[in-house]
C-alpha cells in the first residue's frame, strides 16, 4: 500500500494512559486512512523519525510498505517504508500530480491542501 501522509497530531487517549499520534494518510485513488501510534509501544521505533520530522521539520512523505487493519485504519505494527521524503508540500504535491498521475481537481484533495484559497 502506497499512502502520502496529510496530517500527524497528538492526542489524548484514556485507552492508552497518556498522549498517542493520530496520522491521516491518503492514497492516490483519494481514500483516506488514520493510525494510532503510540510512543510506548514497540511499534514507535518504526514511525519514530516520521512523526519527530513531522513537527520539526516539517516534511512530507509517500510511505509504502503499510498495511490495512481495517478498512480505513493502517495497522501501527506496519513497518513503513519512505519512499519519498520532501522538505517542501507543494514539491511533494507536485511528485503526486506528475509521477503518479493524481488528480488535484478532487475536491477532498483541494479540501486536504488548503488548495484554490
Do not use: C
Amino acid at each position: 500500500m502506497e499512502v502520502f501522509i496529510v496530517d500527524i497530531h497528538k492526542t489524548s487517549s484514556m485507552h492508552h494512559n497518556g498522549m498517542i499520534y493520530e496520522a491521516i494518510f491518503m492514497d492516490f485513488a483519494g481514500n483516506t486512512y488514520n493510525s494510532y501510534i503510540d510512543p510506548k509501544n514497540r511499534n514507535y521505533k518504526h514511525w519514530e523519525y516520521i512523526i519527530t520530522s513531522h513537527f520539526t521539520k516539517d516534511h512530507g512523505y509517500i510511505l509504502k510498505g503499510l498495511k490495512l487493519k481495517s478498512k480505513t485504519q493502517i495497522n501501527a505494527d506496519s513497518k513503513p517504508t519512505i519512499q519519498t521524503e520532501t522538505t517542501d508540500r507543494d514539491a511533494m504535491l507536485d511528485i503526486i500530480n506528475e509521477e503518479i498521475m493524481y488528480d488535484p481537481r478532487k475536491a477532498i484533495f483541494n479540501r486536504l491542501f488548503d488548495l484554490g484559497k
